[in-house]
């Protein structure tokens, strides 16, 4: 099994958002991002399955929509690759259009809990640090 598929997803079995839309947003993230770029190809659907320990037909279904979507191209007897017009990163104003549905389920469930703005920007902050190293 590929180290890269290990490492190229990773998933929170106790979200209450599906498996397969997890993936399909991380896709969208890297893509849009430019970590992902136009054919580069992706890991298979054994090799995340297994490095995941997820059914194959969860990844098949995350593969399967962002091909329909055109962010992803199949090759017959080949890996899957992102589609060829994907050479660059979108513009910020898109990147950041795709973060805002996170941040506002984050605001939501920050005031359910009645933490303090403040506070909850100083967690974000801190979190958005910790990525930052390795």
């Known amino acids: 099994m590929s180290a890269d598929a290990f490492q190229f997803f990773s998933i929170n079995t106790g979200s209450t958002e599906p498996i397969y839309r997890q993936l399909v947003e991380q896709v969208r993230r890297r893509v849009a991002s430019g970590h992902l770029k136009a054919g580069q190809e992706i890991p298979s659907v054994r090799e995340v399955a297994q490095a995941l320990a997820v ?37 910020a104003a898109e990147r950041i259009a795709l973060l805002r549905p996170s941040l506002e389920r984050a605001a939501a469930e920050a005031q359910q809990l009645e933490v303090p703005a403040a506070q909850a920007l100083q967690l974000f902050e801190h979190i958005l640090k910790q990525g930052d190293t390795p």
Not at 61 to 66: G, P, R, V
């Open 55 to 91: 059914h194959p037909m969860t990844i098949s279904k995350a593969y399967s929509l962002l091909e329909a979507e055109g962010l992803l191209e199949r090759r017959r007897g080949l890996a899957m690759r992102v589609a060829a017009q994907h050479k660059k990163a979108q513009p």
